[in-house]
């Protein structure tokens, strides 16, 4: 399994995760904004092991796409560092998702459903 929950996650004691966490803020927030209020460890995120950061990337990498830095600069997912995506990726996110269909894809498909309801969402690595 590629993807686990924090209910699977939260017992283990390691911090060696990569998490795709829900943006809350508002609509009209600056994207000076959303780079800075992230939150770790929210109940509703996915989260990828370390030792499965080389799969991730590999099998999502060109599914996800470019996302934003933190220094507002964008490029490929960096699993070491904060990656934001914009709602309006979502759906180009979903269809590539759903023409390859690398393993847990279903997961991420249904969670990002969710993410549609958000502000976008977040990947923030180890």
């Known amino acids: 399994m590629l993807f686990y929950t924090f209910e699977v996650i939260k017992g283990c004691g390691s911090s060696d995760f990569i998490e795709l966490a829900?943006?809350?803020?508002?609509?009209?927030?600056s994207l000076d904004a959303v780079v800075a209020a992230f939150a770790f460890r929210q109940d509703d995120s996915l989260y990828v092991?370390?030792?499965?950061?080389?799969?991730?990337?590999?099998d999502y990498g060109d599914?996800?796409?470019?996302?934003?830095?933190q220094n507002l600069q964008?490029?490929?997912?960096?699993?070491?560092?904060?990656?934001?995506?914009?709602?309006?990726?979502i759906p180009g996110m979903a269809a590539r998702l759903a023409a390859a269909r690398p393993e847990?894809?279903?997961?991420l498909a249904a969670w990002?459903?969710?993410?549609?309801?958000?502000?976008?969402?977040?990947?923030l690595g180890v």
Request: proline share 5%; hydrophobic share 40%; aromatic share 18%.
């Open 104 to 107: 847990g894809w279903q997961i």
């Open 22 to 29: 829900f943006c809350r803020l508002p609509a009209v927030a």
């Open 74 to 89: 964008s490029g490929p997912v960096d699993c070491w560092g904060l990656n934001y995506y914009a709602p309006e990726l």
């Open 112 to 123: 990002l459903q969710q993410a549609r309801l958000y502000r976008g969402f977040y990947v």
């Open 63 to 69: 599914i996800l796409g470019s996302g934003v830095y």
């Open 49 to 58: 092991k370390g030792d499965d950061m080389t799969a991730f990337r590999r």
